[in-house]
């Protein structure tokens, strides 16, 4: 019909709108399974040993692995802590890697036993270096992947404003529009909700292969890279745990007062059977981490 807008009758309209707004879905359904799948060409057998980093990187995320940075300061003794909660660098030790260095540098001038945030360290070449080797063997999210499926929901855009700009042409020809409202209103809606569920289930975490690694590493199934240093033997400790699985009793009370909700978070994404939060979280760590140390004081001493 000559009348119609655009060629299609107002109810046919809407029948063309909402199929598309199906497919769009449809897109960032897949996409959510793109992010998440091990990219193709991945070797299923792990290779080497993890070092406590990547552990607590699959454990719990980018502010475990900066409380693990923290866990080695204190037990090489780059940072010492009082029993009011306190740490101060002692300037007697200077960070054994990169990991180290952006925690001591984020301590903070109050110098309270709070670890620093991670925020940022996503984007430094030390934590991208750690995603990319984890990436590399399938054990974590590909965050360019990720930032592809994130893309999908502004297709969302295009649908509604083609809506949007078919409203106002109706409106100027005095066209009932009651339908296509309820329909934009409708769409928004699925917008919203598909891009909340797109972002919540694209986030960085560890894959399927990722998490199996973390358990079979606390039950000694692969081995975690210590060389029999104290300080990784803390930084494990920690790493599986967090910073209340440090292996001096005293710090750990210090630090479960300080960060109550230190690994919550990250934590649950990755895992949620919940590490036992002491020293005997290290214990299963790996062949070699199955006695870790002496007493409460120390681990390794």
């Known amino acids: 019909m000559s009348e119609d807008l655009w060629g299609l009758s107002g109810g046919r309209f809407l029948v063309v709108y909402w199929v598309v707004i199906v497919v769009v879905v449809d897109v960032n359904v897949w996409g959510v399974f793109y992010a998440r799948r091990v990219r193709r060409g991945v070797s299923s057998s792990l290779g080497r040993r993890l070092d406590p980093y990547e552990i607590a990187l699959l454990r719990g995320g980018f502010q475990r692995v900066v409380d693990t940075a923290v866990a080695g300061l204190i037990a090489r003794g780059a940072v010492r802590v009082d029993r009011s909660g306190v740490g101060r660098p002692t300037g007697g030790?200077?960070?054994?890697?990169?990991?180290?260095?952006?925690?001591?540098?984020?301590?903070?001038?109050?110098?309270?036993?709070?670890a620093p945030s991670?925020?940022?360290?996503?984007?430094?070449s030390v934590g991208g270096s750690l995603v990319g080797g984890l990436v590399a063997v399938g054990l974590y999210t590909d965050?360019?992947?990720?930032?592809?499926?994130?893309?999908?929901?502004?297709?969302f855009a295009l649908v509604v404003a083609a809506g949007v700009v078919r409203l106002v042409a109706a409106l100027g020809l005095g066209r009932p529009v009651a339908l296509l409202v309820m329909s934009l209103v409708l769409s928004l809606v699925v917008w919203l909700?598909?891009?909340?569920?797109?972002?919540?289930?694209?986030?960085?975490?560890?894959?399927?292969?990722g998490r199996a690694a973390v358990q079979q590493a606390r039950a000694g199934a692969i081995s975690v890279e210590t060389d029999g240093s104290p300080a990784l033997w803390a930084a494990?400790?920690?790493?599986?745990?967090?910073l209340v699985a440090f292996p001096d009793a005293d710090i750990a009370d210090a630090f479960a007062q300080s960060t109550p909700s230190t690994s919550s978070?990250?934590?649950?994404?990755?895992?949620?059977?919940?590490?036992?939060?002491?020293?005997?979280?290290?214990?299963?760590?790996?062949?070699?981490?199955?006695?870790?140390?002496?007493?409460g004081t120390g681990c390794g001493g």
């Open 93 to 114: 030790a200077v960070p054994a890697d990169p990991y180290e260095a952006y925690a001591l540098g984020r301590i903070g001038s109050s110098h309270r036993l709070t």
């Open 118 to 124: 991670a925020a940022g360290f996503a984007a430094t």
């Open 143 to 155: 965050p360019r992947r990720v930032a592809r499926a994130r893309r999908g929901p502004w297709l």
């Open 193 to 209: 909700v598909v891009a909340i569920c797109v972002f919540a289930m694209t986030a960085p975490r560890a894959t399927g292969r």
């Open 236 to 242: 494990v400790a920690v790493a599986l745990g967090g």
């Open 265 to 295: 978070s990250a934590e649950s994404q990755s895992d949620s059977d919940g590490c036992a939060a002491s020293a005997g979280c290290a214990a299963g760590c790996s062949s070699g981490v199955s006695s870790c140390g002496g007493g």
